[in-house]
């Protein structure tokens, strides 16, 4: 069974960083591309960032560019986001998910929340 | 970047209903698109892959079809367990991008 266990999520002041790790199992972590998705509170979903199997590329939505980091480590089954220069408008539930964009399996996420 | 645009935006249906949600996409995506149920506090999962291909598990009241711009799911039967928020996800360029939302209510 596919499992996909979030932490890292918290409160932290606008201007702050925060790291998100995603635990991955129950499947061969190195055939798949890894996403990150958010959402606000009340709000709809938002692609965020993606990374490739072996690490060698990553997108992202432009409103993270520069300020977020996707990364993986294969060897731990593990994806991460690292977020710095956080604003209120991050403040949401980010998911871990399998998958490029045919996203096919979703962790329960992590709740973020920027404010003072 | 390009935008999905999902109608309609809330709709109200009684059990047994059949129901039909859209998502237009503002250029052509071939059929890299999905089709998502939210309900609330829990995270989405995934009904409907390559526009028409139905996800392992899912009950087959659940339909989907459309390339190119035009995109259809559709609830054969609505079900009590089918209340939620259905959204559409296009995988064929950078940025994804998911429609906003149709939230299914119990008339």
């Known amino acids: 069974e596919v499992q996909l266990v979030e932490s890292g999520g918290g409160l932290v002041q606008p201007g702050g960083s925060l790291r998100l790790s995603c635990a991955a199992s129950?499947?061969?972590?190195?055939?798949?591309?890894m996403s990150w998705v958010r959402q606000a509170p009340g709000k709809g979903l938002e692609w965020v960032a993606n990374i490739k199997q072996d690490g060698s590329d990553q997108y992202y939505v432009d409103s993270v560019k520069g300020r977020f980091t996707i990364s993986r480590d294969n060897a731990k089954n593990s994806l991460y986001l690292q977020m710095n220069s956080l604003r209120a408008e991050d403040t949401s539930t980010y998911y871990c998910?399998?998958?490029?964009?045919?996203?096919?399996?979703w962790g329960q996420g992590t709740m973020v929340t920027v404010s003072s | 970047d390009i935008q999905m645009t999902q109608s309609p935006s809330s709709l109200s249906a009684s059990v047994g209903d059949r129901v039909t949600i859209t998502c237009r996409a503002s250029?052509?995506?071939?059929?890299?698109l999905g089709w998502y149920q939210q309900k609330p506090g829990k995270a989405p999962k995934r009904l409907i892959y390559?526009?028409?291909v139905l996800q392992s598990g899912v009950p087959s009241r659940f339909s989907g079809s459309g390339s190119g711009t035009e995109f259809t799911l559709t609830i054969s039967s609505l079900q009590p367990e089918d209340f939620a928020t259905y959204y559409c996800?296009?995988?064929?360029?950078?940025?994804?991008?998911f429609g906003q939302g149709t939230k299914v209510e119990i008339k």
């Open positions: 129950g499947f061969i972590f190195t055939n798949y591309w």
């Open positions: 996800l296009q995988h064929n360029s950078y940025p994804r991008t």
């Open positions: 250029q052509g995506i071939r059929n890299d």
């Open positions: 998910v399998r998958g490029g964009g045919a996203f096919d399996s």
């Open positions: 390559a526009a028409s």
